[in-house]
C-alpha cells in the first residue's frame, strides 16, 4: 500500500502557521497576555473571561464593565484602575497591586485573593461573597454597602477601613486588624473573631459586633 498520500497532509497541517485564534486577543492596543503594559488601557465592557493576566501593568486601566470571570489576575498592577460594575467572579487576584482602585458595585463573589494590596481602594457596594482575602491588605478602603458574606479574612489588615453597612455574616475574621474602622451598621452574624483586634472602631448600630471588645 502507498502510504506517501496519507502522511503529506499530515505533514502540511503539521507546519502550517497558528491561525489567528491562536493568538492573545488584542484590545484597543492591549495585548491580554502575561506581564503585558496597558497602563492606561480602555477596557471598558471588555469581555476577559479565563484570560492569562499574570503581571500585566494595567495601572489606571479602564475597565469598567469588563467580564473578568475566571482570569487569573496574579501579581497584576491595577492600582487606580477603573472595575467600577466589572465581574470577576472566581477570577484569581492573589498578590496583585489594587491600591486606589475602584471595584464599586463589582461582582467579587468566590475570587482568590491572598495578600492582594488593595489600601483605599472602593469596594461599595461590591458584592464579595465567599472570597478568599486571607493575608489581604485593605487598610482604609472604601466597603460601604459590601457583601462579605462568608468571606475569608484571617488575618486581613482592615485597620481605618469603611464597613458601614457592610454584611460580613458568616465571615471569617479571625486576626483581623479592624483598628479604627467604621463598622456602623454593619452585620457580624456568627462571624468568626477569635483573636480579631478592634481597638477604636464604631461599633454604633452594628449588629453582633463585639461591642464590649476590650477598648
Known amino acids: 500500500m502507498n502510504i506517501s498520500r496519507y502522511l503529506l497532509p499530515i ?29 492606561n488601557a480602555d477596557l471598558r465592557g471588555a469581555d476577559l473571561s479565563n484570560q492569562d493576566m499574570r503581571k500585566m501593568d494595567l495601572t489606571g486601566a479602564d475597565l469598567t464593565g469588563a467580564n473578568l470571570r475566571h482570569a487569573n489576575l496574579d501579581l497584576a498592577n491595577l492600582e487606580k484602575a477603573n472595575l467600577t460594575g466589572a465581574t470577576l467572579t472566581r477570577a484569581s487576584l492573589q498578590q496583585a497591586n489594587l491600591r486606589l482602585a475602584n471595584f464599586t458595585d463589582a461582582q467579587l463573589v468566590a475570587i482568590q485573593g491572598w495578600g492582594l494590596f488593595a489600601q483605599a481602594a472602593r469596594f461599595n457596594g ?90
Not at 16 to 39: F, M, R, W, Y
Open 126 to 215: 461590591a458584592n464579595l461573597t465567599a472570597a478568599n482575602l486571607e493575608f489581604a491588605r485593605l487598610s482604609g478602603a472604601k466597603l460601604h454597602g459590601a457583601n462579605l458574606t462568608a468571606a475569608n479574612l484571617e488575618m486581613t489588615w482592615l485597620s481605618k477601613a469603611d464597613l458601614d453597612h457592610a454584611n460580613l455574616t458568616d465571615a471569617n475574621l479571625q486576626e483581623g486588624k479592624l483598628n479604627d474602622a467604621n463598622l456602623g451598621n454593619a452585620t457580624l452574624t456568627v462571624a468568626r473573631r477569635h483573636y480579631a483586634t478592634f481597638q477604636g472602631s464604631n461599633m454604633d448600630g452594628c449588629f453582633d459586633c463585639p461591642v464590649d471588645w476590650e477598648k
Open 11 to 39: 505533514a502540511v497541517i503539521l507546519s502550517a502557521p497558528l491561525h489567528a485564534d491562536d493568538q492573545p486577543p488584542t484590545i484597543n492596543g492591549c495585548v491580554i497576555q502575561p506581564e503585558s503594559k496597558c497602563a
